[in-house]
């Protein structure tokens, strides 16, 4: 079991050696061991129906300790923990044909007997941008997730990071379709999307990611989701311009027509009686005419990839965003329009021209509390300095240094005791450049990194790597 006792040691060293940790080491053993026994010792044979029972008192056990004895201000934090454990153990037998079957049998209800019942939030991805050592507990077998989701029960959050052995292992959603408020994957799969829109009404917050070619039924699976209030299609790789119209047309209270195109802005079509309409078209508008009702000032947070001028036109008019995420703007194009978002808090540049930005950046830039900015052409960190003075949380990430422009004397020393630019709010800073003066530079800017006085560091800096990165 070499793969248990590294994942030991590595707990060991995130989490010190305090007596509570100690505690929930033993208990990480104890589930272990106890899940090995059950799905290796031979003695254990199938009923007259083909399945194991013998697991079902010792994991009735288990999930009474559980919860009886876990305390609930620490529940989360220790039903990770025994996850991850669970998951490594997962991995390690189903490599051994001899235990693969009963693994994937048994196993579920070991893991559904380790949640504590206060736990509604399964979250399997990790935030890059606010890590905390629960990220450390995120890597669990998504075959093993899946399995598991049909014996839980009024899940709220469901969060599901790249999984590669699920495919054969179909979204089972029953035990929380009627609680489920928030719905994450990387793994876009139709058949899930679909699952979720036609039973889970209550989903609010709403996150897509995949590489697969995504089929143009994207807009009606997401057309359905009628309550949604934080829609993130960033991850989308290959969602196209007409889609991404359709969608954002819907979303802000307008109904785009079957055969609109990038060019109208989503306007709503004028029924001209032209006898080009196929009966086919037909279908297709009244589908449409009874999507359900949507209103711009419905969506707090939105995120997409891909965008084009039209695209931002719509995107404007989303008056209570609070978070924004804008990816590959092509052609590059101005956000000037974005400047009437009174209520953006969260704004996220990626892979864009910063020159496109700095209109809105002047505008919002001394309201926004968050900015994240990766590899955006051309970044001009003065600018940001003396335009967004009120950040709190401050994100760069470039995989080539020429993308941030710095002053021209930063590689000197001396230099850094200059007044601008400086971040005199910031308490959160992740940083990924790959040059050291530049990243002393940047650094010096900060002054809770270089105050004596101010006592404690409340800035942080990550030096991570670019490809650890996700919208």
Same mark, same amino acid.
């Given at each position: 079991?070499?793969?248990?006792?590294?994942?030991?040691?590595?707990?060991?060293?995130?989490?010190?050696?305090?007596?509570?940790?100690?505690?929930?080491?033993?208990?990480?053993?104890?589930?272990?061991?106890?899940?090995?026994?059950?799905?290796?010792?031979?003695?254990?044979?199938?009923?007259?129906?083909?399945?194991?029972?013998?697991?079902?008192?010792?994991?009735?056990?288990?999930?009474?300790?559980?919860?009886?004895?876990?305390?609930?201000?620490?529940?989360?934090?220790?039903?990770?923990?025994?996850?991850?454990?669970?998951?490594?153990?997962?991995?390690?037998?189903?490599?051994?044909?001899?235990?693969?079957?009963?693994?994937?049998?048994?196993?579920?209800?070991?893991?559904?007997?380790?949640?504590?019942?206060?736990? %509604?939030?399964?979250?399997?991805?990790?935030?890059? =941008?606010?890590?905390?050592?629960?990220?450390?507990?995120?890597?669990?077998? &998504?075959?093993?997730?899946?399995?598991?989701?049909?014996?839980?029960?009024? !899940?709220?959050?469901?969060?599901?990071?790249?999984?590669?052995?699920?495919?054969?292992?179909?979204?089972?959603?029953?035990?929380?379709?009627? #609680? !489920?408020?928030?719905?994450?994957?990387?793994?876009?799969?139709?058949?899930?999307?679909?699952?979720?829109?036609?039973?889970? %009404?209550?989903? %609010?917050?709403?996150? /897509?990611?995949?590489?697969?070619?995504?089929?143009?039924?994207?807009?009606?699976?997401?057309?359905?989701?009628?309550?949604?209030?934080?829609?993130?299609?960033?991850? !989308?790789?290959?969602?196209?311009?007409?889609?991404?119209?359709?969608?954002?047309? =819907?979303?802000?209270?307008?109904?785009?027509?079957?055969?609109?195109?990038?060019?109208?802005?989503?306007?709503?079509?004028?029924?001209?009686?032209? *006898?080009?309409?196929?009966?086919?078209?037909?279908?297709?508008?009244?589908?449409?005419?009874?999507?359900?009702?949507?209103?711009?000032?419905?969506?707090?947070?939105?995120?997409?990839?891909?965008?084009?001028?039209?695209?931002?036109?719509?995107?404007?008019?989303?008056?209570?965003?609070?978070?924004?995420?804008?990816?590959?703007?092509?052609?590059?194009?101005?956000? #000037?329009?974005?400047?009437?978002?009174?209520?953006? %808090?969260?704004?996220?540049?990626?892979?864009?021209?910063? *020159?496109?930005?700095?209109?809105?950046?002047?505008?919002?830039?001394?309201?926004?509390?968050?900015?994240?900015?990766?590899?955006?052409? &051309?970044?001009?960190?003065?600018?940001?300095?003396?335009?967004?003075?009120?950040?709190?949380?401050?994100?760069?990430?470039?995989?080539?240094?020429?993308?941030?422009?710095?002053?021209?004397?930063?590689?000197?020393?001396?230099?850094?005791? /200059?007044?601008?630019?400086?971040?005199?709010?910031?308490?959160?800073?992740? !940083?990924?450049?790959?040059?050291?003066?530049?990243?002393?530079?940047?650094?010096?800017?900060?002054?809770?990194?270089?105050?004596?006085?101010?006592?404690?560091?409340?800035?942080?800096?990550?030096?991570?790597?670019?490809?650890?990165?996700?919208?």
């Amino acid at each position: 079991m070499r793969n248990l006792s590294s994942f030991s040691r590595m707990e060991s060293l995130a989490y010190g050696e305090t007596l509570f940790n100690k505690c929930v080491e033993a208990m990480g053993v104890y589930v272990s061991d106890l899940m090995k026994r059950l799905i290796t010792d031979s003695r254990n044979s199938r009923g007259p129906d083909g399945k194991y029972h013998h697991y079902q008192e010792p994991c009735s056990r288990l999930e009474e300790y559980v919860t009886c004895h876990m305390p609930q201000n620490v529940s989360e934090d220790v039903t990770y923990r025994l996850i991850s454990r669970v998951s490594v153990c997962y991995t390690y037998l189903c490599n051994d044909v001899k235990f693969r079957r009963a693994c994937e049998e048994v196993a579920p209800h070991v893991l559904k007997a380790v949640i504590h019942p206060a736990v %509604k939030r399964l979250d399997f991805i990790r935030d890059n =941008w606010h890590p905390t050592l629960l990220e450390f507990y995120d890597d669990v077998s &998504g075959d093993l997730i899946y399995r598991t989701l049909p014996l839980l029960r009024d !899940l709220k959050v469901l969060r599901i990071r790249k999984m590669s052995t699920f495919g054969h292992v179909p979204l089972d959603v029953e035990g929380f379709k009627d #609680t !489920l408020e928030e719905f994450s994957t990387r793994n876009y799969l139709e058949s899930d999307i679909e699952m979720l829109a036609n039973k889970c %009404k209550r989903i %609010k917050c709403l996150e /897509l990611g995949g590489r697969k070619n995504i089929s143009s039924n994207i807009f009606d699976l997401i057309s359905r989701f009628e309550g949604v209030e934080e829609l993130n299609l960033t991850m !989308l790789s290959f969602i196209n311009t007409a889609d991404l119209q359709r969608i954002l047309s =819907w979303l802000v209270g307008r109904i785009p027509s079957s055969n609109s195109s990038s060019q109208n802005s989503g306007d709503i079509p004028t029924n001209t009686g032209a *006898s080009s309409q196929t009966p086919e078209d037909d279908v297709v508008d009244e589908q449409l005419r009874n999507l359900p009702e949507r209103h711009s000032g419905q969506l707090k947070s939105f995120g997409c990839a891909n965008v084009t001028d039209e695209h931002i036109n719509l995107i404007c008019m989303f008056y209570n965003l609070t978070s924004l995420i804008i990816s590959d703007v092509i052609p590059p194009c101005p956000l #000037t329009p974005l400047r009437s978002l009174n209520h953006l %808090k969260d704004l996220t540049l990626i892979r864009s021209c910063f *020159s496109d930005a700095e209109e809105l950046l002047v505008a919002v830039g001394n309201h926004l509390i968050c900015l994240k900015i990766i590899d955006v052409f &051309g970044t001009n960190f003065t600018f940001i300095s003396q335009n967004c003075r009120s950040l709190e949380c401050f994100h760069l990430f470039f995989s080539r240094l020429e993308h941030l422009i710095l002053p021209a004397n930063y590689r000197d020393v001396d230099s850094h005791s /200059l007044p601008f630019p400086d971040f005199s709010s910031v308490i959160t800073f992740q !940083l990924y450049i790959t040059e050291r003066l530049a990243q002393r530079y940047v650094v010096s800017r900060f002054r809770a990194f270089t105050s004596p006085s101010s006592g404690v560091f409340s800035a942080v800096a990550y030096m991570l790597p670019l490809g650890s990165c996700s919208a």
